[in-house]
């Protein structure tokens, strides 16, 4: 039998700060070149690229989390059967942290013993583990570390099943995922559905990240004989595998640095992949075929590769990722038409082969020995016909909400009836008037009274933000009329128009913002401006006007700091830093502002303690901390010698000073 109930996942976990008042804007450029290997097919490479531009809002940033872990009991959904025990998370992206096999008492996924957020994802916290369901965006998905809606479901025989389903604010388009467990199953079932509202086009983004775990004699197996590779800057090029760096790569603790690749499967070749150890066992994800990606990425060896490793859970833990997506590459997304639905289902479970023939050297032949027990487990023919059985599922109502996802989604539909326009969110994503809260009041208030309510100006929160083009509509329709016409409706309006990148109404609104009241959000826009303008010195006067007018929230101060020190005014810098109330002062980023500044005056004792602070906000690639140490050693160094430091004493504290773990995040190393 199947049974699907909700129960307490407790493990330690870090605790996790409010959003960042800020709003950060796309990036102007939509599209971005990928430099590719020339020998890549035109029709391979046509989407590389293609509107995968860096997107945050309407969301806000998760940036202020810490590594003190605490046990933490998070709602689990747990969905059974006499097979597989899966285990889901809907406070947390709906991630699917365990699959369990109970024949062979064994887990699947790469289980994280903790929670613990790092500075990866588009709206910054991230996790590693068990499986991540990504979409809309290029990137780790904005809700990874937010909550879902989960429900309870008739599964095709009367069995339970589970969905989870949210309304995507930066594409506003609605999203399910039905997870299928059938008694007689060894395999669970994840049937998606992306749904484009509209009519017209938009750029659909999708991948499943699948953590396994890393051991020496795992090895990655996917039905493809060369993939996309690429080392530092160069292009992605084209290699024959499995041997990469003069070793098989397949095997990812032989990978030296941080790297992926991308799988390039032939014509005929149904999609899976698969991670199997010594043994021969292991995961398998098989899909059909809209699902056409395949990817591996791994953290290589070095010390940065494996302090991440550890950073993201605990010492002695390490994971790999193998990955499914809509594109090719992973920077892509894919035009999905108008009023269309896009579906799949991806299978996940237990794999066992030959031993000696999944570890052959002999490539082709190992992927084809695991390719012929996926096969004979779950056939694509079977899998296909599934998928459509599947299919009357997907539009089964809700018959429980198990938990509560945020209440956008309602509030859109409140809007759509207001404004007397067809509702297209399917029935069966049931988004509930109750799920409405606070972040979506002031938005409500503007459908029902005409206007956003105003707040205080030294208020340190303006509020959640709106993108979608149909509320900046409604709000200067109503500002027009009279109605809330306030320096907060003037910074909201303002927000919305940079973010569709019209500058020229943005620097209105936020003028006219700071004339109606005069505050910190509206004239932090404006130095956002002036800097895309190449204005600096007015951006960084702009950002200290911001500063004395308030709210003096940290997160301006953060952004003050970092503004002071890439214009190089230490002196400035460090008195910005002394003069902070002593919350901000904490702060790991104006520690590390501060420790410069000090660096940079030659006041070496004052750097010293900053390598020992437990760092939780890194960013992934970012090398701060590593660049600090150098020049401190350096400093050192020609100070002992009584002469001016310079890049040979860098160069010396790079080869004889090597920095200690807890700092180095660097990615990238030599290749050996």
Known sequence: MTSLRMEDYVIPAATMGPENPLPVFRDVQESFTLPVDPRLPDEERRFVGWKAQYRVLPHRLLDTYDRVKKPRAFKAAVLENAFLRATFLPELGGRLVSLFNKERNLELLDKNPVWQPANLALRNAWFSGGVEWNTSCFGHYHLTCAPVFAARIEGLNGEPALRIYEWDRAKAFPWQIDFHLPSDSRFLFVRVRLIN????????????????????????????????????????????????FGKDAMYVTNVPVAREFYFRPEPGNRPWIAALKGDGRGLVQASTARLQGRKLFCWGMTQGGRNWQSYLAQPG???????????????????????????????????????????????????????AELDEKLPQARLDALHEELGRVTVRPVQEVLFKGSGWGALERRRLKAAKQEDRIPRELAFGDDSLGAAQQPWLDLIEKGALPEVSAQAEDPGHFQTQEEWRWLLERNMAAGRGAHWLAYYHLGVMQLESLDRVGARKSWEKSNELKANAWALRGLALLARHDGKRDDALEFLKRAWQTGPRTTALAIELAQKLTRSERYAELRAFCEELPEAARGHERIRIASALAALKSGRLDEVEPLFAFPFATVREGETTLTDIWFEWHGQRMAKADGKPCDASYIARAKKDCPPPSNIDFRMLGEIV
């Open 197 to 244: 509202i509209h009519d017209e086009e938009i750029p659909m983004y999708w991948w499943s990240n699948i953590a396994a775990p890393e051991t020496p004699d795992t090895r990655v197996l996917v039905p493809s004989d060369t993939a996309l590779h690429h080392s530092g800057d160069n292009p992605l090029e084209i290699n024959t595998l499995p041997t990469v």
């Open 317 to 371: 833990c390490a994971y790999l990722e193998i990955q499914a997506g809509l594109g090719k590459v992973q920077p892509t997304c894919l035009p999905m038409p108008g009023r269309a639905q896009w579906m799949w289902t991806e299978a996940y479970g237990l794999l066992e082969a030959d031993a000696k023939k999944v570890h052959s050297p002999d490539w082709p032949n190992a992927w084809r020995a695991a390719q």
